[in-house]
Every structure is written in C-alpha cells, then in structure tokens.
C-alpha cells in the first residue's frame, strides 16, 4: 500500500496545516486547490478548483501518471457564507452548494478509481452539521448537513468496495473563515433591507460560538490519526461549542423565542 495522500483546499488553514503534517509524517501529498498557498510548503501542489471538472481532470491524470494510485482522499475545500435565505442573490446560494457539496462529489467520483485496497476517505463537515441552524448562518448549516448526509450514504455504499468514510467535524478552528464570519456579519447588517438586525447583539452570539478555538494543525493531527487507525470511526468531533449543544437541547419553540428576544 502506498503512502500517497489527495487533499482538497490545500492552501487553506486546514487543508495547509494538513498537509504539511503529512509530509512530515512520510506520506506523499497531492494538494489541490483554486489558489497557491501563500507561504512555503512541501507538497505537490495541483492547481485546480473542485467547481470545474475540466481542472479536476488534469490533476486526475497527472496524478495517476506520478503516483498511480492513492490510500486516500481528504475534503477541505469549502466556504463560508452568512445571508438571508430570502435576500441573497441566486447564484451566491447555488455556489455555496457547488463548492461545499458538489464539489466533494466531484472529486470523490473521479478520483475513487484510484483508491487502493481498504483506501479511505475523509470529509470535514462542521459541528453545526447535527444541529439546528442558527437565523442567517442556515445556509452554510444546511449545506455542511447536507454534506454529512452524503458522506453516511457514501460510507454505507463503498464499504461494499472495501473503502471507508470518516466525517472530521470541528468547532471554531483559528484559520481566515474567523474573520471571513466576522466581515459577512458586518455586510450582511448593512446591506439587509428586510431584518432590523442589531449587529451588536449579533456579534455577541457570533462571538461566543467562537470564543475557544483550536489550531488548525489540530485537525491535522486527528486526520493522521485517522489514516492511521486500523478500525476508524465514522464521526470525530473536535473543538464543538457547548452552548450550540445546550441551545439544541431545547424545544425549537425554545429556540426560535430566545434567539427572537436576543436579536429583537
């Protein structure tokens, strides 16, 4: 079995931090990505953009060519998005969905014919995946479900081939979407026509879902523990909030009073 590793969103927080552990760790790294990492890195890097099939087939086959096969595959590439669900433009919601969700897709159903024996694949979804969504952050939430909802299916398909999936599902991680969060909140309460929304009050909620976060070589290293795992679980979660828990637990009809006095 070779050592060679597919990682999607390489020179993001994450993916980069990820792959950069791997190298360290011995395994060959195939980094794709729609931009080059800004900093140095060690692994080969593919420029590619997991929304276009074209680019998606050119790293294909240079990387059947170099490596010929994989042990693994693992999903990074994603965005972050904070709108209304009544107010944003229809080509920003269908993006989200191309990149956070069909994007996996795309690359899993290409890149598969490459797996090797017991080859495994991991996708990092978001600690909101299980949960009920919060006002203006649904739509990233419902793609992020989405997401975990395909991976389960997925797993429960290509364990028939010998494969396996593994969801990484992290909480606040201290990489760029920290501040992308932080900017969409800011645009969105200013460009909004419909909602009276107090930025303040928003940000507090905001803030505190993101007042603990971790490394993003953390996630690195639960993602080599996983490939290294000889029976890997499903579901790995790391850094998840404990009041979006708390609030979860609640009636929705809990819920929807609580955040309407917060944001009122």
């Given at each position: ?119 495994r694949i991991i996708i990092t979804t978001s600690e909101l ?136």
């Amino acid at each position: 079995m070779s050592l060679n590793i597919l990682v999607t969103g390489a020179s993001g927080g994450m993916g980069f931090a990820t792959c950069q552990i791997l190298v360290a760790s011995g395994y060959t790294v195939y980094g794709l990505d729609n931009q080059q990492p800004d900093g140095p890195f060690s692994f080969r890097f593919l420029p590619a953009d997991v929304t276009d099939s074209a680019q998606l087939e050119a790293a294909y086959t240079s990387i059947k060519e170099e490596a010929g096969s994989l042990r693994a595959i693992l999903h990074f590439a994603g965005m972050y998005d904070l709108n209304s669900l009544v107010e944003i433009p229809e080509h920003e919601f269908i993006r989200i969905f191309d990149i956070n969700l069909f994007g996996v897709y795309r690359v899993n159903r290409l890149f598969l014919k490459l797996l090797e024996p017991k080859g495994r694949i991991i996708i990092t979804t978001s600690e909101l995946s299980p949960l009920d969504p919060l006002p203006f952050t649904g739509l990233y939430g419902i793609t992020k479900t989405a997401l975990e909802r395909y991976a389960y299916s997925l797993r429960m398909e290509i364990q028939l081939l010998g494969y396996s999936v593994s969801v990484i599902r992290p909480g606040a991680v201290h990489t760029p979407l920290l501040q992308v969060s932080t900017n969409r909140l800011d645009s969105f309460c200013e460009k909004t026509e419909l909602y009276s929304c107090n930025a303040a009050r928003f940000h507090s909620i905001v803030d505190r879902v993101e007042s603990h976060t971790v490394l993003p070589q953390a996630i690195g290293k639960l993602a080599l523990r996983i490939l290294r795992s000889e029976k890997p679980r499903y579901v790995y979660n790391i850094n998840r909030n404990p009041l979006l828990r708390l609030l979860n637990l609640l009636p929705h009809s809990w819920q929807t009073r609580i955040i309407h006095r917060i944001l009122q």
